[in-house]
């Protein structure tokens, strides 16, 4: 993908599936009580969150991202919108909220780099940069890893694109990587 | 202000560092020294507990550590016996209860404690605990700690306001200097002049491993008691006059201004205007220095400069003996160490010492009568500031 690529912007949630960030949601997939068995790394030693609809009813944001759309939740009563993705609006209380995607692209607000002490499951990547980023065209701003670069070559200012990934366990996560 | 006085008259803590000793053990070595430190005091009178502990669920692999602590401390709590957790300020959280507690009358005479065991035999995982201070299934997959997030502090506020290394070297160069004259402090018998500082490796840039506070095992704990059980046990009470807190934020994208620590200016105005005095009434603070960074941002937020004018604050010595106000005689989390629990507790601990005249006459603060306490947690998202005042009447 290249930077010339235009985002998507704000496409509102059009399936009734997308909407099902409520109670309902929970209904629709009563807990097995079991975690995903591909996972070899403990609960409480994996950063990695339970993505599986039998694990949370934000399970939606994991499936958009496996199609490579970064996804949040806005409240359609008082247009209030969230990071991270909710199931009820922290504004109006509402249990009624809708999924939309969030830009692709934005620029670097501050970074910093992990060059020791990571957490487990994350020394591998070390030292990797991490950093704050402002969407484009949009209020939100957003922490995560940022690839593509080595930290000593980033800038404030700096483009960067959103860049979905597969974890070995078959769960998906997302970072930042470099445009030039 | 509504119910009644309440003081601290009496603390301790343990040796801070890396220690060959466990949480429970810290726990009795921390009751064993309160009880030296105030002679006066009998197991029996202890109605109360408090027991500020951030994780020793991870680090300890230990819950339910109130009666834990009460067991190892010789206490058998009968009206509140808990545990409070607020990351890094757990400590001063457990205060504030215990204050709360005895202002309402549901308690006459409180413990609080803090105890953490931060260095494991594998350090990887004390920091995957570190790591799920943050918000753990959003920020903690991406590599989020403590150490990146208040880089990124730095770094716009070098940006913002032309902060520099050397500026924060100043305010590491001073606490460490202090902790010289702190035998319970980490780096009590090392040196840290500036030109080593700035030497030193990048931890997480632009900070350097002088720049942070360490992962540190110790103990703190302090004595709580109404006005009319005060001469009981001191002559030197330290009085809670004002306590504020404020939290605004968990999740980083929603943190805001890095460089511009609303929370902490809210919770000082509360705190301050319980107590009725300015800033500038304050004779000496101990504040949040888990960073160089912190420090400097904090004489901002504080009003003690203006903004921006933090890190030429720290150049020009204004919190250094013989400027405006000592900040962290005791040596800061930077010189002292920083065990989560514990620090909020030695904090205090240093307050009522200063008012008592107990520490070592090179810290001690000329005639002291106001002091400000600060505590941020996390991300700096939660900040905890409590006002005292020393000798009086209640």
Redesign the interface.
Known sequence: MSAEVKPRRGSVATTSRDAAVGRAAEAAHPSSGAAPSKEKRPFL?D???LEGPDQTRLSRFYERLREGRLSTTRCPHDGERH??PRTACPKCHSEELEWFDLPETGTI???????????????E?VP?A???VDLDGDA??????IEGKP?TELT?GGHVRVEPFDLADGRV?Y?FRTVD | MTGRSVAIVGGATTLFGVRATTWPEMAQEVGAALFRAVPELRSEDVDSLFVGAAEPERFAFQSHVAPLAAEQMGLRPHRVIQRTELACASGQSAIRSAYAAIAAGISDVAVAVGVEKMNLPSMAEANTSMGCVMDRPWDGPHGATAPPFFAMVAQRHMLEHGTTPEMMAAVSEKNHRFANTNPHAQFYAKKFPREKLLGLPVVAPPLRLGDCSSMTDGAAAVLLTAEEFVPRYTKTPAWIRGTGQYSDFHNLANAGSLTDWVGLTRAAREALGRAKVSIHDIDFAEIHDCFSISEIVEYEALGLCASGEGGQFALDGRGDRGGDLVVNPRGGLLGCGHPLGATGIAQAVEVFGQFARTVPGERQVPDPEWALVHNLSGSANVHSVMVYQGGGAS
Request: charged share 10%.
């Open positions: 030693l950063f990695f969150p990071w991270p607000y501050a970074f910093s780099a992990v060059l020791g002490g990571a957490p487990l499951g994350l020394e990547g990797f991490v950093g704050l939100l701003r957003l922490f995560g890893r930290w404030i996560f970072r």
